[in-house]
């Protein structure tokens, strides 16, 4: 018999994000967005800049929240998500992710030979990750 709902826990290294019982999840893995129900077969994936979205199982209101990297260990009755960042959209700062999203597209665009190219693109991918789960939230 297949179990009804998994057990979610969304860790940082500095704080519990989310912990509860959820009828869904949905990942960003490196290789696309992975959907997990209740009894999925085990594994281990990374985690890419992207937003997690999950049903807790007493509201029946999906949840939002921002991630960038990490891992995600799914087992038929439990994921367990470990992320470099994760953020519940609701405690986004939408103005400081515009500012950042500013900030790394000017660093981009200035073709200063002393620029690291790659950690703008991180920095903007972040800043336009964190723009999309803000504006999403509520929407629902």
């Known amino acids: 018999m297949l179990p009804d709902k ?6 940082t290294p500095t ?6 019982d959820v009828t869904e999840v949905v990942l960003p893995g ?3 967005y992975l959907g997990v129900l209740p009894g999925h077969a ?13 049903t807790p199982r007493a509201t029946q209101k999906r949840q939002r929240v921002f ?3 990490g891992f995600a260990e799914v087992l038929p009755e439990q994921v367990s998500v470990l992320a470099q ?3 519940k959209a609701e405690a986004i700062d939408l ?26 693109q991180l920095a903007l991918q972040r800043a336009l990750g964190r723009m999309q789960v803000s504006g999403r939230a509520g929407r629902e």
């Open 95 to 120: 103005a400081r992710a515009q500012s950042a999203r500013d900030r790394a597209e000017q660093r981009l665009r200035a073709k200063d030979p002393d620029t690291d190219f790659m950690r703008a």
């Open 85 to 87: 960042v994760a953020e």
């Open 30 to 32: 490196l290789q696309g």
């Open 15 to 20: 704080q519990l994000v989310y912990s509860g």
């Open 42 to 54: 085990p594994l281990v994936t990374e985690l890419a800049v992207g937003e997690i979205t999950f």
């Open 6 to 11: 998994l057990f979610l826990e969304i860790v």
């Open 67 to 69: 991630c960038a990297w």
